[in-house]
Structures are given as structure tokens and as C-alpha cells.
């Protein structure tokens, strides 16, 4: 169990190393540094002063060298202005850079500054991942009991008019991506001019002129305008899981144990409780804990359509203003979260199944 | 907050523009623009076409909160400010020389009045007596001095304020030259133009000119320390999310008591139907822009509609510097004339403004000079393309990927598409999109309004203009408007003006389809102001 353990966080800290060279390459080829260069700087710099401004900003030099200083392996780099204030990574302006750390990379617990957000990359990333946290609590309580509830119903009696009516649903839900559903959610519930918001304001149902609010922010959560952000995410989800569990019910419910609990006359009340519901949730446990990696999939399109600030749109912005050390960031918080919950997973695995052994 | 000019010494040329008024000559509008440019205050103005100054909104109340949505794109260094949003967030604190007024009106504010001579060349500037700093200290014209050497510096990249005041700067330090700002007295600050300039006193009034602190760091955030003369004071600035601009505590603001607790900029992304979905569930009070089918959305939920009309446009412009394609003067010209500007007016902003001539000055400029119309056709397009050997080239046309930018573009596209030509139009978003603005082949810019006709021009089409987007370089154009920006009378300039908007309709760059009416709305029971140039002067807004 130890070693499973000790493997997988390996195989993390080797994603994580992969990935975030990956973009870190990609963040640096030449016309992105100066894209970052004009939006700092000003849209009218001339290129020449564009390609200062870029060496300026230790944005020069190797590829694997500026690597190895955001991880904390090479100095980072330190220059003196044209007009004699020295600039560096490792210090803030101002300050004496005698006094500052040779080293300062994500080894060393720094995160970076963020050009977009115009402070350091931590406390901005873990404020836009607690924003994330709660929408993501809000989609988990929404979607997993109704998930499992529609499967369970729909596995009980395979091919019956429930099952039949459930199914359909489920597989409608998991074939309507993110943006199709939020944008038609928006569109039925939450538009002053289409849907259902204006025939209801007409008929004095809702005081103002829509019902739900079709953008959220993590300052003021409520009803009204969490409603969609969670529902558009939990959807799909719902649809998916639903899927799984009716699967696994079925297979459960057509077991030998199952058909001879009924032959000694349980009820079939008792039988769907008392047997066959534990057996029938493993497959659906894996499935739920594969919904994270797909959950932050899911936040990044349904936080820009609604305006969220949370890590979805933290990604967005940081790739569309070029950001390099709030990219680097999302990457990492990114593995972070897929491996540890996939961890979690193989490690709950065990004890809801005994048969499987890990290693 | 009234303008002191002694009517005694009213500037020659604003008797002159009164009896231009008086004749029909010009409109109300366009003489006050002139008049109050010369240094003659609104009243001033108003008292000498015969009419009442409009007094300032009707009692207002003091108190409140109003909450804006509005990009919030993060403070800069004023000088280097490049989108009025920028600065409507410092201008809670950072007050500007002269501000130029909804109306059409120049008024002094950290300026108490200005004059300049016959010729335009020598400026007097008087300080407003009583202005603070927010800790304390006397504003005075040692401030206005440093302001300026800010401005006239060259060897900053990017500082929009540079290419502004030719008569002041050495061109080879590309600084403020010696004695061309002169502190008289402690009041009072004379400039000494090397040439005359008509455009100094709306330059002083543009954005990117707000007045600093001495002890202001160049090139530094300046919501970090916000030390200004004005009301207020920011409290939170989070870019992409929100900027909050609270009173300033402990500070007696000079303009008295600004009605507004607070000002909440509220930034939910540029997708204008959210815009009205937050409109609709009350989460904002008023809105920076209201655009296209907008319009009528907002209305339906009984907002009050702004509107203003202005010079501000939209330009499809080639770039000859960064394309082969549109190095051929005869292939620009039959690209320009295959788009009629009726047609983009009508589906690219629902007719909500005027037609334009292609050549970027508009009838609510003073100098303005009308030209013989041109004639649009679109058969001429192929045969010039085919003897410039382009047949079969491809013309990426690129725009922003929504609002009025895309559609106008569209429709541009489209004409261009059934004179034949191979046209392919590509969007972007805007956070992607205005990182290149200046480079891009063939794309569409949105240029906001400028009191004078000579100051865009000057900016965008000059061969050493800081906003050149389209890599034209005609000496004949530069030579007039060296001449133009030397003439302080208008009517003596419209006859340069003639020749700038022959050369620039004639160059073929641009395409520039129409003039846009500005819309904003705002909820019930606020006071808020559509300024032309979107700028927010918060003093002036109030809570019913």
C-alpha cells in the first residue's frame, strides 16, 4: 500500500514537471513574450523597445535556463535599469537585492508575481480555488444523490416504463456539453427578453424580470444566481453517472445471490436495499472520483459563461493575457487534483472491494 | 466650479466666432468648442451668443452608492494609459488641467483660466487657487511644471502624452525644452511654443493627462499610493473583477462635496448580454457602453437611455507597412469605394449614427471642410485586383469577435465578398485582439471621439503619429497639418483642412463607414452623465 502510494505521488511530481515545461515552452515562444511585453508595457511600444522589455524582465536568455529559475534550480536573474534601480525575480523594486534570496522557484514555496492580476500568483490562485471549492461542494451535493437515485431507479427493473423514461434522460443530459446547456439554461431562465423569466414577470410570478441571474460572483452567492452555474455543470455529470449505476444495478440485480434472496421470499424492497445497493455502488464510486479531472473541465467553460472568478476563469485569463506564472500555477494545481483524487479513488477502491488488492 | 475669465479680455477670435454664430455660420456646439479652446469660459461663452450658462443639475443629494459595469483593466501610469476605462478609475483621484465638457465645453479645473496669444504660441496658465493634495499639501505651479516635463518625455516608450506638445519639446533630448514651461509665480505658468498648436488645451483635457503627485513614482501603479487632488480615493482595485472608489478621508475636496459615498466599477467581461442580465436582476446601476441590439433590450427594461452624438467611428483600415497586399494606392481606393457606407451603417450599427467620407473628420468638428461626395462601386474592385495581379489573393480582414466591431466588419467583409473579392474574416477576442492593433494587415480599430478633427488625424495618419495603424506616409499630408495644427482659427484651418481630407480619402487606407451616436442607460432614480469621450466625471453624478 505504501509503495502504491509513494509510486503514484512519483508519477505526480513527474506530471507535474512534464506539463508545466510544457507550458512553460509554450508560454515563452517569442510572440507570446511580446504580446505579455505590449500589454504591460503599452500597445504603443515600438519593437525595439518591445524586445528590451523583454530582456528587461529576465524574459531573456535560454528557454531551460528561465525553466530552471521559475523551479528554483538556477538563480534568478537580476539586472540594473536604465535608470539605475535594480530590478530582479527574487526581489521586489525598491528593495536591496543584497538582502534577497539567490533562489526563488516553486521548490523554495515561490509561486511567482502575476502580470495579470498585479501581485503574487498564490494568494490570487488560492482565493480563485476556494471560489471554485464552493461551486464544486454545491455540484457534488447536487449531483451525486440525484445521480445515483435516477440509476438506482432505472436498474431495479431493467426495461421497464422507469427505466425507459430515466435512460433517456440520462443520456440526453451526458450528450449536451457545458456550453450548449448553460447557454440554453441562460436562455430559458435567466433572459429579460427570451425564455420563461418574461412570461412570468407578466404574470406578477417574480418581482423582477428574470428568475435566475445568469452571471455569479464568489462575493455573494445565492439562489438565484448559483442555480445555473451548478446545474449547468451538474448536468452533465448527472447524465453520466446515472448511466454507470444503472449498468452496475442491473448486473447486480440479475446475480444469483439476487434471484435466491427472492426465492426465499425478501421483498423486493428489502433485497434492492439491504443486498444489491452496496455491491451496485462501486462502479459508480470510480466513476464519481473520474468527475473531478472532468469538473475542472467543466468550471472553466461555465465560469467564463457566467462570470465566475474562480480557477476556470483564473485559466482563461492567465492564458488570454499570456500570464506565465499564473499558468504555471493553474498546471500545477491542475495535476494536483486529478492525481490525488484518482488516488483517493484506488485507495477507496480497496475497501469498498476486498477482492482487489493494490500493487 | 465656474470658470472666472475676465469677459474684459475675451479672446479676438471668440467675437468673431459670435458673430459667425449669430450669422448661421456655426453651430452652438461647434462655437463653444472653439470659443472656450481659446480660454473663454462656458459662461463666458454662452454670455456672448446671448444665452444662459445651463446651470449644474437641479439640487442633488449627497449620499449613495452607484455601481458601473465597466471593464476594470487595472490602474497605470496616467501617461502611458491606453483605454479610457484606465482612466476613469483614476480620475477618482487624479484630477486633469482643463476637462473637456459633455457639451462641447473647455472648463478649467485645476486651472482656474488660460489664455493664449494671437497666434496661438504662448499660453498663460492660471493655477486655481485653494486645491489640495488629498495629504495636505498646496497644489501650485510648480505642479504643473513637473506635469508637464512628464508629458513632453519622448524616451519613455509609450507615453501618449509625447507626441502632444511639438512646440514644447527639444527634439534632441526629446524633452521638455528649456524655457518652453515657465513658472511665473506660484499661480501662474507660462507656455512658450516653439510653433503654435491649436490642440493644447484638448490635449491637456485627454485621458492620459491626469496631474500627479510629486511624489509619484513614473512607470508605477498609481492606485498604490493615491495621492491627488481629487474627491476620492480608491479602496479596491481588482483587475478583471472589481475597483472601488470610496471619499477621500481627510481631504477637502476644492470642488466642495462630490454627491457620491461611493463608486463601484463592476467588471463582468465584455459580453454585452450579461450586461443586461445584470441590468435585469439589479445587480448594477448604470453601464459603461450600451451598444447594437443592446439598445433597445436596456430600453425594454425601462433604464433611461443616454445618448450622445459624436465624432467617435470605427476604421477598417489596411496596413501597408505590414502587407504586401495593400502597397498598390489604386488597389486600396477600389477596395475603399466597393463598400458603401449606408449599407455598413445599416447592418453593422442599426443606423444608430451618421454616414461618414472616409477620411476621418466629422461635421461636429469645428474645422470641419465638406468634400465633393464620393462614388461608390463595387465592379471596379475585380478588374484592380487583377491588374495589381491579387486576383486571387486572400484578404483577411480581422475584428474583434463581437459587438458592433464584428458586425461592422462583417458587413464590410460581405461587400467586399460580392464585389468578388477572396475575403476571409477572422475574429478575436478582445483580450487578444488589442495586443496587436497596430500591426494587423487589414482590421477594423475603434477611434473614440477628440474635440478636433487635426488631433486624430495627427495621431493616426502622420507618418511619425504614435497611433499609425495604417503605415501611411505622405508628406504632402504631414507638411498640412504642420500648418493646420499652427492655426487657431478654425475657419483659417479648414482650408488645410481640405487638403488633409483630399490626401487621406484619396490614400484609400481607410474605410471609414459612419459616425456613432454613443449610448449608455442607467437605472431610475441616478444621475449619470454620457460623455462623449466615455469619460466618468464622478462629481457629477448623484442619487435622486
Known amino acids: 500500500m505504501l509503495i502504491f502510494v509513494v509510486r503514484r505521488l512519483g508519477l505526480m511530481l513527474l506530471s507535474a514537471f512534464v506539463l508545466t515545461f510544457v507550458v512553460f515552452y509554450l508560454t515563452n515562444l517569442p510572440p507570446n513574450l511580446e504580446k505579455l511585453a505590449r500589454s504591460e508595457g503599452s500597445v504603443r511600444m515600438t519593437d525595439e523597445a518591445v524586445a528590451q522589455w523583454i530582456i528587461d524582465n529576465g524574459h531573456g536568455g535560454s528557454v531551460l535556463g528561465r525553466y530552471g529559475q521559475w523551479l528554483g534550480v538556477v538563480p534568478g536573474w537580476s539586472n540594473v535599469d536604465e535608470k539605475g534601480v535594480p530590478r530582479g525575480r527574487c526581489f521586489a523594486a525598491g528593495t536591496d537585492p543584497a538582502l534577497a534570496p539567490r533562489y526563488c522557484g516553486i521548490l523554495q514555496g515561490d509561486w511567482g508575481y502575476s502580470t495579470y492580476f498585479r501581485g503574487p500568483v498564490l494568494p490570487n490562485l488560492g482565493e480563485k480555488l476556494g471560489a471554485t471549492g464552493i461551486l464544486m461542494l454545491w455540484v457534488m451535493i ?115 445471490y439476487i434471484r435466491t434472496a427472492r426465492l426465499k421470499g425478501v421483498g423486493f424492497r428489502q433485497v434492492v436495499l439491504r443486498h444489491a445497493l452496496r455491491n451496485a455502488l462501486i462502479a459508480p464510486f470510480t466513476v464519481i472520483m473520474l468527475q473531478f479531472p472532468w469538473l475542472l473541465n467543466g468550471v472553466v467553460i461555465v465560469e467564463t459563461l457566467f462570470n465566475y472568478k474562480g480557477f476556470g476563469w483564473t485559466l482563461v485569463v492567465a492564458a488570454g493575457n499570456n500570464d506565465i506564472n499564473l499558468l504555471l500555477g493553474c498546471s500545477v494545481v491542475a495535476v494536483f487534483v486529478v492525481l490525488v483524487t484518482q488516488l483517493i479513488s484506488d485507495i477507496g477502491y480497496v475497501f469498498l472491494n476486498p477482492r482487489i488488492r493494490l500493487s | 466650479m465656474t470658470n472666472t475669465n475676465r469677459a474684459a479680455a475675451v479672446h479676438p477670435a471668440a467675437t468673431m466666432h459670435a458673430e459667425e454664430f449669430a450669422a448661421g455660420k456655426i453651430s452652438r456646439r461647434e462655437f463653444l468648442t472653439r470659443t472656450t479652446a481659446l480660454g473663454v469660459s462656458a459662461a463666458a461663452a454662452y454670455g456672448l451668443i446671448g444665452l444662459a450658462a445651463p446651470s449644474e443639475a437641479q439640487a442633488q443629494t449627497t449620499g449613495g452608492i452607484v455601481r458601473v459595469a465597466m471593464e476594470v483593466k487595472g490602474t497605470k501610469d496616467p501617461r502611458l494609459a491606453d483605454w479610457p476605462q484606465i482612466a476613469n478609475v483614476y480620475r477618482g483621484w487624479l484630477e486633469y488641467l482643463i476637462q473637456y465638457n459633455a457639451d462641447g465645453t473647455f472648463e478649467g479645473r485645476l486651472l482656474e483660466s488660460w489664455e493664449a496669444n494671437a497666434d496661438a504660441t504662448v499660453y498663460t496658465l492660471k493655477v486655481r487657487p485653494g486645491v489640495t493634495w488629498n495629504n495636505g499639501e498646496a497644489f501650485t505651479a510648480d505642479d504643473v511644471v513637473r506635469n508637464f516635463a512628464r508629458w513632453a518625455d519622448g524616451n519613455v516608450e509609450g507615453n501618449a502624452m509625447a507626441s502632444r506638445f511639438p512646440g514644447l519639446v527639444d527634439t534632441a533630448t526629446k524633452s521638455l525644452r528649456e524655457g518652453a514651461v515657465v513658472k511665473v509665480d506660484d499661480m501662474t505658468v507660462q507656455l512658450n511654443m516653439s510653433e503654435s498648436d491649436v490642440a493644447v488645451v484638448p490635449n491637456l483635457s485627454d485621458y492620459p493627462a491626469a496631474v500627479v503627485h510629486a511624489s509619484f513614482v513614473d512607470g508605477e501603479d498609481p492606485s498604490v499610493n493615491p495621492i491627488g487632488t481629487g474627491p ?39 459580453d454585452p448580454s450579461t450586461m443586461v442580465n445584470l441590468a435585469a436582476s439589479d445587480e448594477i446601476d448604470a453601464n459603461y457602453e450600451t451598444t447594437g441590439d443592446f439598445i433597445e433590450q436596456m430600453d425594454a427594461l425601462g433604464w433611461k437611455k443616454l445618448e450622445i452624438v459624436t465624432a467617435a467611428t470605427i476604421v477598417v483600415r489596411m496596413n501597408s507597412a505590414t502587407s504586401d497586399l495593400y502597397k498598390d494606392k489604386a488597389v486600396r481606393q477600389a477596395i475603399q469605394l466597393a463598400v458603401d457606407p449606408k449599407v455598413v451603417l445599416e447592418l453593422g450599427y442599426n443606423n444608430l ?45 480581422i475584428s474583434l469577435d463581437d459587438g458592433f466591431e464584428a458586425t461592422t466588419t462583417a458587413a464590410v467583409v460581405a461587400q467586399l465578398k460580392d464585389a468578388g473579392a477572396n475575403v476571409k474574416h477572422t475574429v478575436m477576442p478582445g483580450s487578444t485582439f488589442w495586443n496587436d492593433w497596430q500591426k494587423y494587415p487589414f482590421s477594423s480599430t475603434t477611434w473614440n471621439h477628440r474635440p478636433l478633427a487635426v488631433q486624430n488625424m495627427s495621431l493616426a495618419y502622420t507618418s511619425t503619429g504614435s497611433w499609425n495603424e495604417t503605415g501611411m506616409a ?26 488633409l481630407e483630399t490626401i487621406l480619402q484619396d490614400e484609400g487606407y481607410i474605410i471609414q463607414p459612419y459616425w456613432r451616436s454613443l449610448f449608455a442607460h442607467v437605472k431610475e432614480g441616478f444621475n449619470v452623465e454620457r460623455h462623449p469621450s466615455n469619460e466618468h466625471q464622478h462629481y457629477k453624478w448623484s442619487k435622486a
Open chain 2, 232 to 270: 476620492y480615493i480608491p479602496q479596491e482595485v481588482s483587475v478583471g473583477q472589481k475597483a472601488v472608489l470610496v471619499r477621500a478621508p481627510n481631504h477637502t475636496w476644492w470642488g466642495g462635496t462630490a454627491p457620491l459615498d461611493e463608486i463601484h466599477y463592476i467588471d463582468f467581461g465584455t
Open chain 1, 142 to 256: 447536487v449531483m451525486i444523490p440525484t445521480s445515483l437515485l435516477i440509476g438506482i431507479l432505472a436498474g431495479m427493473r431493467e426495461g421497464s416504463r422507469t427505466d425507459r423514461v430515466l435512460s433517456t434522460f440520462s443520456i440526453a443530459t451526458t450528450a449536451t456539453p457545458e456550453y450548449v446547456s448553460g447557454v440554453v439554461l441562460v436562455a430559458l431562465l435567466a433572459s429579460p427578453v427570451t425564455g420563461l423569466s418574461p412570461l412570468l414577470s407578466e404574470w406578477g410570478l417574480i418581482d423582477g424580470k428574470i428568475l435566475f441571474q445568469g452571471a455569479a460572483s464568489p462575493d455573494r452567492i445565492t439562489f438565484w444566481s448559483f442555480t445555473l452555474p451548478v446545474l449547468t455543470i451538474a448536468l452533465y455529470g448527472i447524465g453520466y453517472i446515472a448511466r454507470m449505476t444503472r449498468a452496475s444495478m442491473t448486473e447486480v440485480m440479475t446475480a444469483q
Open chain 2, 474 to 499: 505622405n508628406a504632402d499630408f504631414d507638411a498640412a497639418m504642420v500648418k493646420a495644427l499652427s492655426l487657431a482659427d478654425a475657419d483659417a484651418r479648414r482650408e488645410q483642412m481640405v487638403t
Open chain 2, 353 to 397: 449614427g451618421t454616414t461618414a467620407e472616409n477620411h476621418h473628420a466629422c461635421p461636429v468638428h469645428p474645422e470641419y471642410a465638406a468634400l465633393p461626395p464620393q462614388t461608390f462601386d463595387a465592379s471596379k474592385l475585380k478588374p484592380a485586383l487583377e491588374a495589381a495581379g491579387l486576383a486571387d489573393a486572400e484578404i483577411e480582414i
